[in-house]
């Protein structure tokens, strides 16, 4: 299942560095999702864009920043992260956000470790 | 508020019958999702339930029952390769998904 693409698949990065996850969706879906999945807790909501517009913000810390350039891409840029934020990171989309019926595709996740 | 409840872990033996519970309390409602999730892997789709019945897709099946809050995934026929976390998700009023932490299920020979 390619449907759903992220990269990296691993990121191993200090607290002081800054780097990005990528997420591509080849479903022709109108909305992408960020997630954050650690051991043994339910999955959180991140971010949230449809048509290419941010539509939630989970009070989510400045340190994660988000990029959605068109409806295929997605983007979350990571600076002076600390080490409770070492966790998978899942992307998601959907075909149209606010939608009962709406069923998210998930990538597979990178796994950010921060030392 | 809002509140997702599921078993941590359950084992159960190749061949045999499953049934992984889901309770949970919400304002609102919009349907209920069950998600596959194998280690180191995306989570996939399996089922959506908004009205209240058993919904059945081969192996697998589906029940829901708003007025008590509570669903519950059937699994028959278990194989090997069923061996993954079971996620259980609530779609609230503002169509966002609340997700419970997942039951792992482990599958002997």
């Known amino acids: 299942e390619t449907g759903v693409t992220q990269t990296p698949r691993h990121l191993v990065m200090g607290m002081t560095n800054k780097k990005s996850l990528k997420c591509e969706q080849h479903?022709?879906?109108?909305?992408m999702y960020w997630y954050k999945q650690s051991a043994k807790k339910p999955l959180e909501l991140m971010f949230v864009?449809?048509?290419?517009?941010?539509?939630e913000n989970n009070s989510v810390p400045s340190r994660f920043s988000p990029e959605c350039p068109n409806s295929s891409h997605l983007f979350l840029h990571l600076h002076t992260l600390q080490p409770e934020d070492s966790a998978l990171y899942l992307c998601?989309?959907?075909?149209?956000?606010?939608?009962?019926?709406?069923?998210?595709?998930f990538g597979p996740g990178t796994r950010l470790t921060v030392l | 508020g809002q509140n997702i409840d599921q078993p941590t872990e359950m084992t159960a033996t190749e061949g045999a019958i499953v049934q992984i519970n889901c309770t949970y309390q919400?304002?609102?409602?919009?349907?209920l999702f069950w998600y596959q999730q194998h280690a180191g892997e995306a989570p996939t789709f399996l089922s959506y339930?908004?009205l209240d019945g058993l919904e059945e897709k081969g192996r697998f099946s589906s029940f829901l029952s708003r007025s008590k809050g509570y669903s519950y995934l059937l699994l028959k026929e278990l194989q090997m390769k069923d061996s993954a976390s079971y996620l259980c998700?609530?779609?609230?009023?503002?169509?966002?998904?609340?997700w419970g932490a997942g039951t792992k299920l482990i599958i002997k020979p």
């Open positions: 339930n908004v």
């Open positions: 919400t304002s609102g409602f919009n349907g």
């Open positions: 998700a609530l779609m609230d009023s503002n169509y966002q998904l609340i």
């Open positions: 998601a989309s959907s075909q149209l956000q606010g939608s009962g019926t709406d069923t998210q595709y």
């Open positions: 479903l022709g879906h109108n909305a």
């Open positions: 864009y449809s048509l290419e517009e941010r539509v």
